[in-house]
């Protein structure tokens, strides 16, 4: 039965206790899980009992790292997933602590998906088809977004911003004439994702250009 032997904080951010059992194996506990079971020194525990306290303690650490990731700026599940398991977290413990999360809604890929799209249409415009890429890889649900999307960027308001976008462009190159203009115009409307029906409609004088 595993015995504690020795009991010390670590300090720093988060804090957290290296306790050393009688086997010489280093464990680091959180404080709350120290308190809640009374670690110290000569404590001894069946090894039912201390697989149960390592099993809480990894899963409130795990809450823990999600809620700092959380902290600093929103994220979808899929990018906590990742996040957690580059620190080394096993994947049942994740999915818990984020099942944890969610119940409380502070993990809702819904809201992150909403957040995202308006902040990269204020900050990023691009086209419906590059944000919809950018949530893919974010690992958000096409039928979620595709609902989003259909309330956030319609047809016309994606029409709006390339035109948007076109006339903040040639504002920019207002030195520059004719053909050479059309085609930076072109590849740069390209490079935000839109397509070919939707930049001839804003540069009608691209319909015979190849």
């Given at each position: 039965m595993p015995t504690i032997q020795k009991l010390h904080m670590r300090r720093g951010r988060p804090?957290?206790?290296?306790?050393?059992?009688?086997?010489?194996?280093?464990?680091?506990?959180?404080?709350?899980?120290?308190?809640?079971?009374?670690?110290?020194?000569?404590?001894?525990?069946?090894t039912e009992t201390f697989l149960d306290i390592l099993e809480e303690d990894a899963l409130r650490q795990a809450k823990d790292q999600a809620m700092r990731y959380l902290s600093r700026r929103p994220h979808s599940r899929f990018e906590l997933i990742r996040k957690?398991?580059?620190?080394?977290?096993?994947?049942?413990?994740?999915?818990?602590?984020?099942?944890?999360?969610?119940?409380?809604?502070?993990?809702?890929?819904?809201?992150?998906?909403?957040?995202f799209i308006l902040n990269e249409l204020r900050l990023r415009p691009v086209s419906r088809y590059l944000l919809t890429q950018k949530l893919n890889q974010r690992?958000?649900?096409?039928?979620?977004?595709?609902?989003?999307?259909?309330?956030?960027?319609?047809e016309e308001q994606e029409l709006e911003l390339a035109r948007m976008l076109a006339d903040k462009f040639l504002k920019s190159h207002s030195r520059e004439k004719g053909q050479k203009l059309r085609e930076k115009l072109l590849r740069f409307l390209q490079t935000k994702g839109f397509n070919w029906e939707q930049i001839r409609q804003i540069?009608?004088?691209l319909d015979n250009d190849g």
């Open positions: 804090e957290r206790f290296i306790v050393t059992l009688d086997d010489e194996q280093e464990i680091i506990l959180t404080p709350e899980i120290v308190l809640k079971y009374g670690i110290a020194p000569q404590r001894e525990y069946s957690m398991r580059e620190k080394g977290f096993r994947m049942v413990i994740i999915q818990k602590a984020l099942d944890e999360l969610e119940k409380i809604d502070l993990v809702n890929d819904r809201d992150f998906a909403r957040a690992g958000i649900q096409k039928e979620l977004y595709e609902l989003l999307l259909d309330e956030l960027q319609t540069v009608p004088s």
